[in-house]
């Protein structure tokens, strides 16, 4: 199946500071990727969707100005938590989908981002 | 405002013998329900998915029966092995939502040698 890769795998950071998370499409070109949180045991919860050359959709009660979407290409969108805090801590997972799959809802998803705020 | 819901936490099943993990839904717009299984400090990974206008969907040793006037869909894996232990996500979508996710809670599931 397709690859989406993701990184940093973890990062820790100081409350206040801004964290930047790649996530690249390796074997096909993804027009629309989604960002999901997951935090401990609570399901996956969709944030955004980065769409390529475009500003991102975001769920409701999602800050956009916080969490900043680019997707300046086929292959790579980024997430960037500004001003961090203790609260942002949680698992950032993005994903895509191949031309097949855009239909089905099946996703392809990166490896996640372990985020820890101290 | 939940729309999916996966009840059971976890569950435990013997090696060999046959999980069933269980899903319910609550937007009757969804037409689209897929699972997914999560290892620990990984992504999700796509299992198998079933349309509404089927009720049954089979893939080796994983089956997906969805119940729609009961708004329920399961998981079936038989026969269950140690290698299956995982968190296991009922998803659901709708019309041109496409991609767009709606996911439940998860099941642990731990399959004993």
């Known amino acids: 199946g397709a690859v989406v890769s993701q990184h940093p795998s973890w990062v820790i950071c100081k409350s206040g500071t801004s964290v930047k998370i790649e996530c690249r499409s390796l074997?096909?070109?993804?027009?629309?990727m989604f960002w999901y949180r997951q935090f401990p045991k609570q399901s996956l919860m969709l944030m955004a969707t980065s769409n390529e050359g475009s500003k991102a959709t975001y769920e409701q009660g999602v800050e956009k100005d916080k969490f900043l979407i680019n997707h300046a290409s086929l292959t790579l969108s980024t997430l960037t938590v500004t001003s961090a805090h203790p609260e942002d801590s949680s698992f950032y997972i993005c994903?895509?989908?191949?031309?097949?799959?855009?239909?089905?809802?099946?996703?392809?998803f990166g490896e996640g981002s372990r985020l820890t705020v101290l | 405002d939940q729309q999916v819901k996966q009840n059971s936490p976890s569950l435990s099943v013997q090696e060999g013998r046959i999980s069933i993990l269980n899903c319910d839904y609550t937007n009757s717009m969804f037409d689209y329900f897929l699972w997914y299984k999560k290892y620990p400090a990984e992504g999700p990974t796509f299992l198998i998915s079933?349309?509404?206008?089927?009720d049954k969907n089979e893939d080796g040793r994983f089956t997906v029966f969805l119940n729609k006037s009961a708004k329920h869909l399961s998981l079936h894996i038989v026969p269950s092995q140690p290698g299956d232990s995982a968190v296991y996500f009922c998803a659901a979508s709708w019309g041109t939502s496409g991609s767009r996710l709606t996911f439940g809670e998860g099941t642990q599931l731990t399959v004993n040698p």
């Open positions: 994903s895509a989908n191949d031309r097949q799959g855009a239909n089905t809802g099946e996703l392809f």
């Open positions: 079933i349309s509404s206008i089927k």
């Open positions: 074997d096909f070109q993804a027009t629309t």
